[in-house]
């Protein structure tokens, strides 16, 4: 199976930066694309940021210019930099990623999630 963990949420001023990590673990083969989603008060799921094992990155509209995603496939780790933080990016943070094991094949797994609470 595999395991996805985020961790680095917290409570953060208007304008103030934070950093989020995911770390995957658990027997797969390769994981190719990871990504960043959150979810906020109210709100439907929506992606943040993702990221291909070959660094290709895509961010929503959103969060251009602000926020940066890398990864580390050796360590099959993710990091999202978030800066110039507002209130409405106050959400729950999920990563995910896709990854190839034996038994399931090709499959998307979720983080049980960080919360990102922007507020003065």
């Known amino acids: 199976q595999v395991q996805v963990v985020e961790s680095g949420g917290g409570l953060v001023q208007p304008g103030g930066s934070l950093r989020l990590s995911c770390a995957a673990s658990?027997?797969?083969?390769?994981?190719?694309?990871m990504g960043w989603y959150r979810q906020g008060p109210g709100k439907q799921r929506e992606l943040v940021a993702t990221?291909?094992?070959?660094?290709?990155?895509n961010y929503a509209d959103s969060v251009k210019g602000r926020f940066t995603v890398s990864r580390d496939n050796a360590k099959n780790t993710m990091l999202l930099q978030m800066d110039s933080l507002k209130p409405e990016d106050t959400a729950v943070y999920y990563c995910?990623?896709?990854?190839?094991?034996?038994?399931?094949?090709?499959?998307?797994?979720w983080g049980q999630g960080a919360q990102v609470t922007v507020s003065s």
């Open positions: 990221i291909t094992s070959g660094g290709i990155t």
């Open positions: 658990g027997s797969f083969f390769s994981i190719s694309t």
């Open positions: 995910n990623c896709n990854a190839a094991t034996r038994l399931f094949g090709a499959r998307t797994y």
